[in-house]
């Protein structure tokens, strides 16, 4: 019962987890403008990983998609790898994960299989949420140092103050790092339930007994069995005492 609840909780935590990674990969709010010292505050822009938009105050909001690719920084285009390939090995693990359910029964399907399935399908949850995590992370790091490099701008050595747009995390972030951390959490319970679901091994010493009077031998563990009847089983009494041949046997 507890290998059940482990492996039905390990599903439903990654497949929230794998619907967090498709909102946070559709939000747009990845960075958004930081308003500390920031002058014009009419103007609120922020980006995601397809578009970039600007919000007035007036209630007017315009977005613009991306429409290059290669103009694109190379560790712009790595976080959206990472988050394409996280949602297409966690979909992969939800359908694998479906039919290996221990409280389904889909044909003669056998314990072993659902094992394998289980386990097949944990790691690819946990590939799935390391992906997330990774693709979020990186592209935190790409705000921080950015984030920094405009504030030394901002502020130089015996000059007038400049005005920069910075920018700083947006939720969209936080949605994937909690999406990943769930996705992973979700693989980690699969794969503790899949040693559950191992059928265990029993092995039988053959012992055979034999059957006083009758021609017939019993072997635990595979049934009854005839006994070859030989000469030498003849040549026996009634009484269980071996008759020896005579000179007159041979005339």
């Not at 901002?154 to 951390?181: H, K």
């Amino acid at each position: 019962m507890s290998t059940t609840i482990c492996q039905v909780m390990g599903f439903l935590v990654s497949a929230l987890g794998l619907a967090g990674c498709i909102a946070a990969t559709g939000m747009d709010m990845w960075s958004t403008q930081d308003l500390y010292d920031n002058p014009v505050t009419s103007v609120f822009q922020y980006q995601g990983l397809w578009r970039s938009c600007v919000s007035q105050s007036s209630g007017l909001t315009e977005c613009r998609p991306y429409f290059t690719i290669l103009g694109l920084p190379a560790m712009f285009q790595a976080v959206r790898s990472l988050m394409i390939v996280g949602i297409v090995l966690g979909a992969f693990g939800i359908l694998v994960a479906i039919f290996s359910l221990k409280c389904l029964r889909m044909g003669n399907m056998e314990d072993s299989a659902k094992a394998n399935m289980t386990l097949t399908a944990g790691v690819l949850f946990i590939v799935a949420g390391l992906c997330a995590i990774t693709g979020v992370s990186v592209f935190a790091n790409m705000l921080v140092t950015n984030f920094w490099m405009s504030t030394a701008n901002m502020y130089p050595t015996g000059m007038m103050q400049t005005l920069q747009t910075r920018y700083t995390f947006g939720s969209a972030l936080f949605v994937g790092w909690v999406a990943g951390g769930l996705a992973l959490v979700g693989g980690i319970m699969m794969c503790i339930a899949c040693r559950g679901l191992v059928p265990e091994k029993t092995h039988y010493k053959g012992v055979s007994y034999n059957a006083s009077g009758k021609n017939i031998s019993y072997k635990a563990g595979t049934g009854y069995e005839s006994k070859k009847t030989t000469a030498y089983d003849i040549a026996k009494s009634d009484d269980g005492r071996r008759s020896y041949p005579s000179k007159h046997d041979y005339v």
